[in-house]
């Protein structure tokens, strides 16, 4: 549905979040948070221009931005990771 909409239909978050790999719960989070595509509300409804979802896909600025934050979440993970091993093995050590 996404692919064939011409690229100036506006569509509902399920389509949108569809031909963007992503979810519904993302883009609401995105709308609220920032970080998104640009939507339109009609009345109480959200929708997104095909174009403005494309666009945003390409922007390579949001593209770092994607890559820097699983950088970050991945180096406080082996820190987490890290930590939680050590005190394992403290607490281990400190049984015996």
Known sequence: ???????????????AAVGMGSTVGWLE????????PVLTKIGRSVRYRKSDVLAWLDDPAR???VQQRF??????????????ASDAIAQVLEAR
């Open 1 to 15: 549905e996404f692919w064939r909409a011409p690229d100036e239909s506006l569509l509902d978050r399920r389509t």
């Open 29 to 36: 989070w995105a709308a609220t948070n920032g970080g998104g």
């Open 63 to 65: 593209c770092a931005s």
């Open 71 to 84: 950088l970050d979440m991945h180096h406080l993970l082996r820190r987490d990771t890290a930590r939680a």
